[in-house]
């Protein structure tokens, strides 16, 4: 782990390391020895015996602080031993870039998920590409990284910087729009956000990393603060406008990537001034922010401008940073402004560590029973419909039949019955009476004749309909037919009975 190929000076001899040790940590020299004085008199011995029987527990105490400090001082002394070594190892293993590059470039998100508790490919929610966050105070580096990680899978070494740069703060502004850079150029695997450097209030860090950790991360996103100035402000919204590109579309962050400068770590560290000794209480207070954290994996930690230092120091800077923050050194990876072949090693160690911890922290698909039900609810609803549908056509049905079978008023009883012309009559002819006019009748049996006189019966006029409304009450076809069915015409006349209607009186 770490970057920078190491100098002659470093071996792995015994000699050169304990003398190094010996530099860095000269309190582990001190001896610390348990065991009492043989060469003091009985006497003595036994005069003294009282007043160390006053402060044995004082003494106890003061041992066991001293083993507790030199065991913890003897596993910081294997800790810097270790960070040395590797630097070494590094060196040696830069051989094999190219094929720890092309496990890089093969690489496709979810390709590195363990598929263990049961849990396979399928059961994740693998995104279109992973999303890497780099984060970290003003001046740690973030930009120049982001060209050094693209340069380091490009063919043309001599290509012109993706990320802006700024080498002076006072005059740039820095990184202020959220900008994606995929690895590499036309890939779709993998992508770095570079963002907008760190504040010194650490209220406005949560609030930036919380809105970015939970909504998602965005190209071309404008990022402002609360404590921003208006005049900063005012010209950062001008640039929004005149360069009005955001993408619409939101990616999730997958890991975190924690850049700082390795200079400003040791100012922090050896410095008396307060300003110094700020930089790592926001350094820890920022990488403490528990939406960082992806279950129990923290973000890697990048530490940039070492090659401004020693080997000495830039492993002293490590050591430091782990107990800090809590990680191992294998967490903390050295890439200084450096172009070598243990450089880029270290760059794709780091992109390693970072994808193969994206990949493990994916989240996982909805359970079962909510798959379900999102995949029956289309189904249930479309029944609901159909029923619905269905009952509103029986409803409709149903008032059609009802009126059907509604009752009906009855036809008016009139019957016409035609009737034969008579026989010429033998006597005397009398012209008959014209008849009463039909409406005088409102209801009657008419007979027709071929000749001009009738006869008209009154019959009875039928009873009003609300009289008898009950007796008109919805029957079957059938019945109805049946009830108002017209009896057979009578065709028998009465001839005496009207024979006086040619006769006239005399007949009788």
Known sequence: MGGGTAPPHISSSEDSEESSLDVEFPELSLEFSTHPRKDCSSAKEDDDSEVFRGYGDVGRRIYS?????????????GVYREVLESYNELRCRSENLEEAASKILSYYPGAWIEEVGGMK???????????????????????????KISRVFEDDKFAPDRAQVSYNTSVGDGTYFLREYMIPRGSSSFCLYDTRSLSDDSSANMEMLTHWMKRGVRH???????????????????KARQHACSSSGIRM??????????????????GDDDVEKQYTEMVASTFSCPFLLFRDDKPVIV???????????????????GELLGVPTKQIFDIPES????????????????????????PCKER????????????????????????????????????????????????????????PPSAHMHRAPPPPPPSAL???HMHCASSSSAQTHPVPSPPPPGAHAHKHRASPPGARAHKHRASPPNDHIDWNSIRYLWLGSDYD
């Open 65 to 77: 602080n001293s083993f507790d400090f030199e065991a913890n001082q003897r596993r910081r002394r």
């Open 121 to 147: 490919l399928s059961d994740y929610d693998v995104p279109k590409t992973t999303s890497l966050l780099l984060i970290g105070p003003k001046v740690s580096g973030k930009s120049s990284l982001v060209n």
């Open 220 to 238: 071309g996103e404008l990022v402002i603060r609360d404590s921003d100035s208006p005049i900063l402000k005012t010209r950062m919204k001008c």
């Open 253 to 270: 962050v997958n890991f975190v990537i924690f850049v700082v400068n390795g200079v400003s770590i040791l100012k922090s560290m050896y």
């Open 303 to 321: 530490v940039t401008h070492g090659d401004l230092l020693s080997i000495s120091d830039r492993a002293r800077v490590r050591v430091h940073l």
């Open 339 to 362: 172009c070598d072949q243990a450089t880029d090693l270290a760059i794709v160690d780091m992109l390693h560590y970072s994808l193969e911890h994206a990949d493990r922290n994916l």
């Open 368 to 423: 079962s029973s909510s798959k379900v039900f999102k995949k029956s609810l289309p189904a249930c609803l479309f029944l609901l419909i159909v029923l619905g549908i269905a009952i509103i056509a029986a409803h409709i049905n149903g008032t059609g039949s009802h009126m059907s079978h509604m009752p009906h008023a009855p036809p008016p009883n009139v019957s016409m019955h035609c009737v034969p012309p008579p026989p």
């Open 442 to 444: 409102p209801s009657a």
